[in-house]
């Protein structure tokens, strides 16, 4: 009952202290500490989908922790657990369905949490987090402070997202059951002496078994992954060859070659469908474990091609086992002797878990690859190849954050300003034309960082070229009002500036919006740390006046043009990592531009840099 009489409305479904959910979630071994593997998951949600508070919950019989979080204040960030009067993802765990609230004062099950007034909790999206018997673990949840309407396409990223997670809580689970029976197998070595054979080989099994699992849990990419079973396989089952078949759609298969001893097979038949007359494809097809004994049984069921690998590799037994995934069978994994072998039992299970192990490792590798795929190409995508303009020298680079999944806002720009009624549109004498440069960052990682970067180059563009005569302050200034008649919620910083050819050399002008000083190095070894700005962009703030610069580039300058992941650093100030920035860039003064840029890219931002770098450089010879 509230204060104001009202009733709380409790969970319905299965019970939050069932024992087989709360088994599971002991298996899992998670509990109100920080871990990395869900830190990571909780930093994706936030990325992705934009929110500022992102949770890995799991709810116990009377609390739930939090052992992945990112946003939350205190004292939960600290505790990182919450009495079930403050939970929202009890009522994922106890519909097993996903909830989705776009204000959790609204509805009749949540009106009264207390997450509401303590936590701040307002717009709550979660999905079901679930180990291999279908109980809920838990949720993934995304949530913001304000009311917000959760998209459809946000909401299927959390799906994919909670999927790679309840993955990755399958592993655990899988991993301690493992512990067990290793710890049974010695058990049983120690008091049965009469079979210290048999138990020995489970006890050989179990550690495999658990090595599977965290050997494989690491794996960084398909290649890696690769890499990995083989080396897993081959030491203890002791095949003369271990290989792994992905299925890619519209029934293609793709043998993953082993990146340090590719055999025939690999290399003369990679591709193949699952319909085509091969053992592994019969495995994926029938989705069950398939062997093979002999050349004559190679012959009579798969035919002559695969006859002339069979004889060509040595085999003599052959096993395919399917990867069976979340939701389909992703490929199929294969184990071949050179003399007659029938799997035993153990032998059997084994392979099983290790193809169980194999398939969660490669759901995870391919989801994350794909997103940072897509996210890199759309980025790519937007960045400018630069326009051959006779009397300047230009050069860009553009570096991706070190860790993959940050994608973000960051850009460079480079074009011909548009000509002005009664003015040549370049120098009859040299052929000069005037051009438009840009370096920008849009606020945040992620790919509504990297969309709203599109949208708001592409405004910048069309604001220089429809208001030709007038300086880059304008361009900005109307920028900003068009993000705000259009509601775009574009926050971020950047330098746009306008090269002009004259009589007696080029001459700069540009506008700063809250974005890192420009660096202007002299033929005399100079540089100048062009720091007059103004204020940075954002919606909540009012179109302020913006001001144009104006100075001359004398023959032998090199203008520098950059965003902060060049010079942002922990232990390092702006101002030591801009100063060394500057030095090489007056050292730099006879270096071709691409080098120069790469040079200063590796010394000031380093092999490790924790955001975007882009750059954008300009010499007048």
């Not at 710890?183 to 099994?205: I, K, N, Y």
């Not at 080396?231 to 043998?255: A, N």
């Amino acid at each position: 009952m509230t204060q104001d009489g009202r009733t709380r409305t409790p969970p319905a479904g299965v019970g939050l202290g069932d024992p087989r959910r709360l088994g599971a979630l002991g298996d899992a071994g998670l509990t109100a500490a920080p871990d990395a593997g869900m830190e990571r998951f909780a930093r994706l949600v936030s990325r992705l989908i934009g929110v500022p508070v992102a949770l890995v919950s799991l709810v116990e019989a009377d609390r739930q922790v939090y052992p992945g979080q990112i946003g939350l204040t205190e004292p939960w960030a600290s505790t990182r657990q919450t009495p079930l009067s403050h939970s929202l993802c009890q009522y994922v765990v106890a519909s097993g369905a996903p909830l989705v609230l776009s204000d959790v004062r609204e509805d009749e099950r949540t009106w009264s949490s207390m997450a509401i007034g303590d936590m701040g909790i307002v717009a709550y999206a979660g999905t079901p987090l679930t180990d291999t018997r279908g109980n809920v673990l838990g949720s993934l949840c995304a949530i913001d402070t304000v009311p917000r309407e959760w998209t459809a396409q946000e909401v299927a990223n959390l799906t994919d997202l909670a999927a790679a997670c309840s993955a990755e809580l399958r592993l655990r689970i899988s991993s301690r059951h493992a512990i067990e029976a290793r710890s049974a197998a010695e058990v049983a070595q120690a008091q049965a002496l009469e079979a210290s054979g048999r138990a020995r080989r489970a006890l050989e099994r179990s550690e495999l078994q658990l090595r599977a699992a965290e050997v494989l849990a690491d794996a960084q990419g398909l290649v890696d992954l690769r890499r990995r079973v083989g080396e897993l396989i081959t030491g203890d089952l002791r095949p003369i060859w271990t290989g792994v078949s992905l299925l890619e759609g519209q029934g293609r298969l793709r043998r993953l070659v082993d990146p340090d001893n590719a055999s025939e097979l690999e290399r003369e038949h990679g591709q193949y469908t699952s319909g085509d007359s091969w053992p592994t494809a019969r495995a994926v097809r029938e989705n069950r474990l398939i062997t093979v004994h002999g050349e004559a049984q190679m012959r009579a069921q798969y035919g002559e091609p695969a006859v002339g690998v069979w004889r060509a590799l040595g085999f003599a037994s052959l096993v395919c086992v399917p990867l069976y995934g979340t939701r389909q069978v992703l490929g199929a994994l294969a184990l071949a002797w050179g003399s007659h072998h029938d799997l035993e039992v153990g032998e059997r299970a084994l392979l099983s878990a290790i193809a169980g192990y194999t398939a969660q490792a490669v759901e995870r590798v391919v989801f994350v690859e794909d997103r940072i795929t897509v996210a890199h190409q759309l980025q790519q995508a937007m960045l400018t190849e630069l326009p051959t303009v006779p009397g300047l020298d230009m050069a860009a680079a553009y570096i991706p954050a070190a860790e993959g999944e940050m994608v973000g806002g960051d850009w460079y720009d480079a074009y011909p300003l548009p000509a002005v009624p009664g003015r040549p549109a370049y120098d009859p004498g040299t052929g000069a034309v005037p051009m438009a440069l840009t370096v920008g960052d849009i606020t945040g990682h992620d790919m509504d960082a990297a969309t709203v970067m599109g949208q708001v180059r592409s405004m910048l563009r069309q604001a220089t070229c429809d208001h030709p005569g007038q300086g880059p302050a304008h361009a900005i200034t109307a920028l900003e009002e068009s993000c705000r008649t259009l509601g775009l919620p574009a926050g971020g910083t950047a330098v746009h500036a306008h090269l002009t050819p004259g009589p007696d050399g080029w001459w700069l002008t540009w506008t700063n919006a809250g974005h890192p000083a420009p660096l202007l190095a002299r033929a005399d070894g100079t540089v100048e740390v062009l720091e007059e700005h103004d204020v940075l962009l954002h919606p909540a703030l009012p179109v302020l006046p913006r001001h144009d610069r104006r100075l001359p580039l004398a023959p032998g300058s090199t203008l520098l043009l950059y965003t902060d992941g060049l010079i942002e650093h922990r232990g390092r100030s702006y101002d030591s990592s801009t100063h060394r920035a500057a030095a090489m860039l007056s050292a730099g003064a006879r270096l071709p531009l691409p080098e120069l840029l790469r040079q200063i890219a590796t010394d000031v931002a380093g092999e490790s840099a924790g955001d975007d770098v882009a750059m954008l450089a300009v010499r007048v010879p």
